[in-house]
């Protein structure tokens, strides 16, 4: 056995690269080792991705991510049942039951003919209509006032004097405003009520008539239904020749309207 030379004890040749001994308690450590002068060489790039549609190598057990299945191609039958996988992403068509824009059934958006329901009244059921409807307000309005006449409730007395023949006639004239007032408010509530609200009188469901809104087809109102009858009474009292005017003026209009139609924009149709 040789002897380690005193004062040598841990040190290492030069050159020699074996790995140093384990230490031990009161041994000192060994010298750090330099690192290389020389610089490692870079990592080799990704492998490029396959393109789209290329198979993918099968991994038992997992799906792929990040591409399509792959189905088969040609002739080949689609699964065990022949059928082919359902296609996805929005149909070339719209859904079930609808037809391609601006489509719709026959005749929509179109006027109706003349003798089907919800064309323009002609002049004739509205006419009978009126003439019914007159008979019914005045009958109702000279039984409602009776009393009110009878008993003299604002009556107004005066005398006409006329010579004929150099004969003097004296009429005395009973005039009584307040059963007057009477009668007017049941005319023109009964267009209201009747005309405004329910869109038929007693005389229009006999012609088989209505009143509209010229505009959404719906019922004109309590207030344009006054308006409607004020109007036709006001010219039937004050202006009869413009009166006879506008009971005619449908004749020749093209929705056939008359002047107190047209003011509050009402439409007459067939019911």
């Known amino acids: 056995m040789s002897e380690i030379p005193e004062g040598t004890e841990g040190e290492r040749p030069a050159g020699d690269e074996r790995p140093p001994p384990p ?4 041994t000192p450590p060994p010298a750090p080792v330099p690192p290389p002068s020389w610089n490692p060489p870079p990592p080799a790039p990704p492998p490029p991705a396959n393109p789209y549609g290329q198979p ?19 002739g080949e039958a689609y699964g065990p049942s022949g059928t082919p996988p359902p296609v996805y992403g929005s149909p070339a068509y719209g859904p079930p039951g609808y037809g391609p824009p601006g489509s719709g059934p026959p005749g929509w958006g179109e006027q109706p003919p003349a003798n089907q329901s919800g064309s323009l009244a002609s002049y004739g059921p509205r006419l009978g209509g009126w003439l019914l409807d007159f008979v019914i307000v005045n009958v109702v309005a000279l039984i409602i006032t009776a009393p009110l006449r009878s008993v003299g409730a604002g009556r107004i007395n005066f005398h006409v004097t006329t010579t004929t023949n150099g004969v003097t006639h004296i009429r005395y004239v009973h005039y009584s405003f307040i059963s007057a007032a009477v009668y007017i408010l049941i005319i023109l509530l009964y267009g209201a009520i009747f005309c405004g609200l329910q869109g038929r009188t007693i005389g229009m469901r006999a012609a088989r008539t209505r ?3 010229g505009a959404t087809g719906g019922p004109i109102g309590f207030w344009r239904g006054f308006g409607r009858g004020a109007l036709e009474y006001l010219l039937f009292l004050v202006f009869f020749l413009p009166w006879v005017l506008d009971m005619l003026f449908p004749l020749w209009d093209s929705k056939n309207q008359t002047l107190h139609d ?10």
């Open 211 to 213: 009143v509209i809104d």
């Open 23 to 26: 230490s031990y308690p009161g």
């Open 262 to 271: 047209k003011v509050v924009n009402s439409v007459v149709v067939r019911q």
């Open 56 to 74: 993918q190598p099968p991994d038992p057990g997992y799906p792929q991510s990040g591409s399509p299945p792959a189905y088969p191609s040609g």
